[in-house]
Nanobody, 110 residues
Framework: VQLVQSGGGLVQPGGSLRLSCAAS????????MGWYRQVPGRQRELVAE???????RDSGSVKGRFRISRDNAKNTLYLQMDNLKFEDTGIYFC?????WGQGNQVTVCS
């Protein structure tokens, strides 16, 4: 499966962004998919993911601010990010099954 990400960019603290991850094939049968963030000098870390049966899991730092969703009809995974903070800055990658997206830069600055 090939993944193409869109969204991201520059935003002020408190702002919102939405990331999209479009798959080249149907994602209907794929249970596990998610979003990860990488910053310089640190390992890629989980932001939010679907873990099966429609259940999700996210990191404590984004709870209540970020929401992961999927549209099986469009073969697309989303990450809605609200109330963004400086520490949310990084490169965001989607992962569907074993495939990774190309990454999108998200920069939060005033």
């Amino acid at each position: 499966v090939q993944l193409v990400q869109s969204g991201g960019g520059l935003v002020q603290p408190g702002g919102s962004l939405r990331l999209s991850c479009a798959a080249s094939e149907s994602i209907y049968t794929i249970n596990k998919m998610g979003w990860y963030r990488q910053v310089p000098g640190r390992q890629r870390e989980l932001v939010a993911e679907f873990i099966g049966h429609g259940m999700t899991r996210d990191s404590g730092s984004v709870k209540g601010r970020f929401r992961i969703s999927r549209d099986n009809a469009k073969n697309t995974l989303y990450l809605q990010m609200d109330n963004l903070k400086f520490e949310d800055t990084g490169i965001y990658f989607c992962k569907i099954g074993v495939s990774w997206g190309q990454g999108n830069q998200v920069t939060v600055c005033s």
